[in-house]
């Protein structure tokens, strides 16, 4: 599968526990795009990323949530100290550059955070 | 703007009927629109996208209207069928930023 890979699917946490997400983008994608999307609710931009790089984070926490693209390995969305108010479905997607062609967003299956 | 906390509105169609989902984007600004479709617990799929140099794009029983003059964005399907139950979002960007914008989604419901 070429798409765009999420883990875990479902990820169940205790409030003040960490979660981390993962994201490995499309082959050959260098972007990638963290949503988050509350039950009944649209998506909401949390970041854009590249390579080693956070290009806009205006949509992140200021307190609690990171996020990391790396060199080499999948892009990943951290939570600490996780509340109740975090749970909610995070989805990642990737694109091969900025406003081409193309432009569309490749979304992969989303993980779906718990928290107790 | 971004949709903040509101239940997804309803649209039931019969199957085999024609399907016109609206959608009004916050940014005149805004030069490149996308339709996508979300099946229940899964990840959001492309539909189709336009410019803001056209006002029609046409697919494969789809098509995508834009009216620039009043922000407006509409997502037409023909001949309706079951397999389009689901939720479907546009989707604005701006030039010179980063953000693709969702709108707060239209449930679509294909009644037999």
Same mark, same amino acid.
């Given at each position: 599968n070429a798409g765009v890979m999420q883990n875990p699917r479902h990820l169940v946490r205790r409030r003040g526990q960490e979660a981390r997400l993962r994201c490995s983008p499309m082959? +050959?994608?260098s972007h990638v795009y963290w949503?988050?999307?509350?039950?009944?609710? +649209?998506?909401?931009?949390?970041?854009y990323l590249q390579?080693?790089?956070?290009?806009?984070?205006? +949509?992140m926490p200021k307190e609690r949530f990171s996020a990391e693209f790396p060199k080499e390995g999948p892009s990943i969305l951290r939570i600490q100290q996780v509340v109740r108010g975090d749970s909610a479905a995070y989805f990642c997607a990737s694109s091969p550059q900025i406003i081409d062609d193309t432009g569309e967003l490749f979304f992969g299956e989303g993980s779906r955070l718990t928290v107790l | 703007g971004e949709n903040v906390g509101l239940h997804l509105p309803t649209l039931s169609v019969q199957?085999?009927?024609? /399907?016109?989902?609206?959608c009004a984007?916050?940014?005149?600004?805004?030069?490149?629109?996308?339709?996508?479709?979300?099946? /229940?617990?899964?990840?959001?799929?492309?539909?189709?996208?336009?410019?803001?140099?056209?006002?029609?794009?046409?697919?494969?029983?789809? @098509?995508?209207?834009?009216?620039? @003059?009043?922000?407006?964005l509409s997502l037409q399907i023909a001949a309706t069928q079951p397999?389009?139950?689901?939720?479907?979002?546009?989707?604005?960007n701006t030039p010179g930023t980063y953000k693709y914008i969702f709108g707060t989604g239209t449930r679509l419901k294909v009644l037999a």
């Open positions: 082959k +050959g994608h949503y988050r999307q509350l039950p009944e609710e +649209g998506l909401k931009f949390m970041v390579k080693e790089n956070i290009i806009d984070e205006s +949509g | 199957e085999g009927d024609n /399907s016109i989902i609206n984007y916050s940014n005149s600004a805004s030069d490149y629109f996308i339709w996508y479709k979300q099946e /229940s617990g899964k990840g959001p799929q492309f539909i189709i996208d336009i410019r803001s140099n056209m006002d029609k794009r046409q697919g494969q029983r789809v @098509t995508v209207l834009l009216n620039k @003059t009043v922000k407006h397999g389009d139950s689901a939720v479907y979002f546009c989707a604005e």
